[in-house]
């Protein structure tokens, strides 16, 4: 089936940081990966895609690269800051499910500290 | 870029009573919505998947004559709580897949949410 794993958070830490937040998954196709992030009594805002193997997603100074042979998508960011803090959502998509379903992952608390 | 909306953004009402929450597609036409629920700190619960014209698709677990979910146009769908009580009080989410866009990733459009709150 489809899966996603994410590190449980929270994570904190202080600002200009390294930040890593591991997701790993498990899909019966080939799927589409995401980030999402969700900021405190608010929807979800897509934070970047990869579609393909190898392809990195980035936005905002953050990155992940769609790793197919360890089934991992990883978001990093090489120096945090405060208004980072929000919750990160990695997500897969099957691309032969005709309804488009998303797979979320429990989700990663980020507060970041002056 | 492609904007959902979700109306009210925050709802209380008393125990008995259905609430209505709409979800709009605002510059693109939506084939597929998408009704989630989340509880605090928590991943979303996929509820619901709903396809313009047709009967929703409902996850296991989720009642439908409780959780009511009508899609009648490609940029309106709503979401009924009917004779709401205090344990559906929680975060409702809607989402939206564009009918037009091409290529592989299918991206769906997340709306604000919904603030549930039954006394």
């Known amino acids: 089936g489809n899966s996603v794993t994410q590190m449980e958070g929270p994570v904190t830490l202080s600002e200009e940081a390294f930040l890593t937040i591991n997701c790993t998954y498990t899909a019966t196709g080939y799927p589409s990966l995401f980030w999402y992030v969700q900021y405190p009594g608010e929807g979800l805002q897509l934070l970047l895609k990869a579609t393909k193997a190898d392809d990195k997603g980035s936005n905002k100074g953050f990155e992940a690269t769609y790793r197919k042979e360890t089934t991992s998508f990883h978001l990093e960011k090489g120096s945090v800051q405060v208004s980072d803090s929000a919750v990160y959502f990695c997500a897969l998509l099957d691309r032969g499910s005709t309804l488009g379903r998303l797979y979320f992952g429990r989700g990663t608390q980020l507060t970041v500290w002056p | 870029g492609a904007v959902v909306s979700q109306h009210p953004s925050r709802v209380i009402c008393k125990s008995g009573t259905s609430v209505k929450i709409e979800c709009r597609s605002l510059?693109?036409?939506?084939?597929?919505m998408f009704w989630y629920r989340q509880f605090p700190k928590q991943s979303l619960m996929l509820m619901a998947t709903s396809n313009e014209g047709s009967k929703a698709t409902y996850e296991q677990g989720v009642e439908k004559d409780k959780f009511l979910i009508n899609h009648a146009s490609l940029t309106l769908s709503t979401l009924t709580v009917t004779s709401a009580h205090p344990e559906d009080s929680s975060f409702y989410i809607c989402?939206?897949?564009?009918?037009?866009?091409?290529?592989?990733?299918?991206?769906?459009?997340f709306g604000p949410g919904t603030r549930l709150t039954v006394l």
């Open positions: 989402s939206a897949r564009d009918a037009e866009a091409g290529g592989s990733y299918n991206e769906q459009f």
């Open positions: 510059d693109f036409q939506a084939t597929t």
